[in-house]
């Protein structure tokens, strides 16, 4: 029942900007920890950032200090601000979410269907 919408994926030039962000809809009790992917052609999907209920923070070394993720508890989004980006970063961005529903009690882990991110040299 609950639904994860990406936006805000596109085509930039190396050195810009994006940013994205993941809207969770439906029987929703709690989302613990909310999280981004990606996943380039021939390659495994990797973790980007993820962040707890409670603000925690992680990253993978290959964006700190580009990327800063953040979440709206109230508007249960998950953002991901992504700055100074290369072609290396050049993927599909899955969002994903670790939920409780209100409607079994029962946690789950749900992903959506993944926002194109394309940067060229």
């Known amino acids: 029942q609950v639904q994860l919408v990406e936006s805000g994926g596109g085509l930039v030039q190396a050195g810009g900007s994006l940013r994205l962000s993941c809207a969770a809809s439906?029987?929703?009790?709690?989302?613990?920890?909310m999280g981004w992917y990606r996943q380039a052609p021939g390659k495994q999907r990797e973790l980007v950032a993820d962040i707890t209920n409670v603000g925690t923070t992680n990253y993978a070394d290959s964006v700190k200090g580009r990327f800063t993720i953040s979440r709206d508890n109230a508007k249960n989004t998950v953002y991901l601000q992504m700055n100074s980006l290369k072609p290396e970063d050049t993927a599909v961005y899955y969002c994903?979410?670790?939920?409780?529903?209100?409607?079994?009690?029962?946690?789950?882990?749900?992903w959506g269907q993944g926002t194109q991110v394309t940067v060229s040299s």
């Open positions: 439906g029987s929703i009790f709690v989302i613990y920890n």
């Open positions: 994903n979410a670790e939920i409780s529903s209100s409607r079994t009690g029962l946690k789950y882990t749900q």
